[in-house]
């Protein structure tokens, strides 16, 4: 027989695709370099229209024309590697989908490699970890209109759903869906620094027990913190370790590792020129939380944090991790804004915070509220300048200073939390002291600078 889907690399996020897709209607083949990945997938997926090859020849025969083959294989190299290895195969009209993290710039080039070839490229960003590949991820792919078409029926049936709609709709050309995928990612690094901020504080700060922590958890998961970040967060602190009986996450070294998808999207805010702050803070914090030795020797040299008060509630906390989560999301979705207009890719916000409601990492309650915000107007600015939105902030933003200031009172690393607040202050800020930096800069530097007072550029040579 020949399958209407292919996917290549049988790992645990490729195989539960695969059977989600072939659960779902669609006859699908898998290919493997490894006999026992494709054995497991046989063996899952008996119930279904699904089989396994480990040959690239077996595998384009078995496809129906025009062939749709998905990777998912580590970003970088090794996409390129299937794709050259593919080349001889390939016939005018196939579709490649990449579902892996792939920096938007390689999607870019292998799209016009490819097209240039007449074989058609997909960047599709999937969010939603292993469990999310098996039960319905988010997708956002990124492509040509018409191409998208042609893989919507197996894309929307795979995809999470929220009371109907389908996590997946075609945003826009080339490289749009790896972009936005970027830009989730950004967002889940900086939630999972502030919630991790905010964990730091109910234990260290208000002496929570871990069990209390998954109730103080439990409750935001309940009202407009309620996403999935916080709700994993919740189960974590009940999991112990089956040998001490200690809670796991107590036993867990301080070091976070990183794959890469939140540099991206600091650097490529820099290089267009978008403020990110909280997102930076959480990549930045990742880092330094890797220099473990230099922080016991900071310690040790300065002593740890000392709690001298205790002038914050729990209520606190939670409204600033509420205001700082909003935050996180407005700068993400200003970047966005940003990149849609330099590389044409024509989002609709609207859309984007709809598909990221079910699936993936970053859902949560609040992207209901965020689609309210670009339905009233989709050339919104920013998040933060919605009607909606500025009710909430306003309603925390209190909390949220006070919860900043007891963290440098009583030296309790919160550098997200800072940042979101600086931030903001700075977004509301008509007048800011860069003034003096563009003076500065014509001192040493002959830079010139703009005035208020009158049109031009200006130079002024007796700064001293």
Same mark, same amino acid.
């Given at each position: ?10 790992? %645990?996020? !490729? ?28 063996? =899952? ?6 089989? !396994?090859?480990? #040959? ?25 590697? &299937? ?21 938007? =710039? ?18 599709? !960003? &999937? ?12 997708? *956002?792919? !990124?492509?040509?209109?018409? +191409? ?31 972009? %936005? ?10 939630? *999972?620094?502030? +919630?991790?901020? @905010? ?30 970040? %916080?709700?994993?967060?919740? #189960? ?15 036993? /867990? ?31 930045? *914090? ?59 890719? @024509? ?24 689609? @309210? ?5 989709? @050339? ?5 300048? =919605? =009607? ?19 963290? /440098?009172?009583?030296? /309790? ?20 002291? *860069?003034?003096? &930096? ?27």
């Amino acid at each position: 027989m020949t399958y209407d889907f292919g996917l290549v690399g049988l790992g %645990v996020m !490729g195989r539960n695709f695969i059977l989600n897709v072939a659960q779902n209607g669609f006859s699908s083949i898998g290919l493997s370099s490894n006999q026992n990945s494709i054995n497991l997938l046989k063996s =899952d997926g008996k119930s279904y229209e699904v089989d !396994g090859t480990l #040959d690239d020849k077996d595998f384009f025969q078995k496809l129906k024309r025009p062939r749709k083959i998905m990777l998912l294989v580590p970003a970088g190299k090794p996409v390129d590697s &299937v794709i050259d290895r593919f080349l001889p195969y390939l016939e005018e009209g196939d579709i490649i989908i990449d579902g892996g993290n792939s920096h938007y =710039d390689d999607t870019d080039r292998r799209y016009s490699f490819l097209k240039d070839k007449n074989i058609n490229f997909i960047g599709a !960003g &999937v969010s939603g970890g292993s469990k999310g590949a098996r039960l319905g991820p988010s997708i *956002m792919p !990124g492509c040509d209109v018409d +191409i998208y078409e042609q893989i919507r029926p197996i894309f929307e049936s795979a995809s999470a759903k929220v009371n109907g709609d389908p996590c997946v709709t075609y945003l826009g050309n080339t490289s749009s869906g790896h972009y %936005v995928k970027m830009i989730h990612n950004g967002i889940e690094y900086a939630i *999972m620094q502030l +919630i991790s901020e @905010n964990y730091h504080i109910l234990k260290y700060g208000l002496k929570l027990e871990n069990n209390d922590i998954h109730n103080v958890f439990k409750k935001w998961n309940e009202g407009l913190l309620n996403s999935y970040l %916080v709700e994993i967060t919740r #189960d974590i602190f009940l999991a112990k370790d089956d040998d001490s009986d200690n809670y796991i996450v107590d036993l /867990i070294l301080d070091k976070a590792k990183q794959k890469g998808t939140g540099k991206w999207t600091s650097q490529s805010a820099m290089d267009f020129g978008v403020s990110i702050p909280t997102i930076d803070s959480a990549v930045s *914090m990742r880092i330094i939380s890797s220099f473990k030795e230099m922080r016991l020797k900071g310690e040790k040299i300065y002593g740890d944090f000392k709690i001298n008060d205790q002038s914050i509630s729990v209520e606190d906390v939670e409204k600033s991790l509420l205001f700082s989560f909003i935050v996180s999301f407005a700068q993400g979705l200003s970047q966005l804004k940003t990149a849609s207009k330099e590389k044409s890719y @024509n989002l609709n916000f609207e859309e984007i915070c709809k598909i990221w409601r079910g699936g993936c990492i970053i859902r949560a309650k609040l992207l209901e509220n965020f689609m @309210n915000a670009y339905r009233k107007d989709k @050339n919104l600015d920013n998040l933060l300048f =919605d =009607d909606g939105i500025s009710e909430i902030i306003t309603n925390s933003i209190s909390a949220s200073r006070k919860v900043s200031i007891y963290c /440098i009172n009583n030296q /309790i690393p919160a550098q997200g939390l800072l940042s979101s607040i600086s931030y903001f202050d700075s977004l509301k800020t008509g007048r800011l002291p *860069m003034n003096l &930096v563009q003076a500065q800069r014509d001192c040493f530097g002959e830079h010139t600078f703009e005035r208020i007072d009158k049109d031009g550029t200006f130079h002024y040579d007796r700064w001293q």
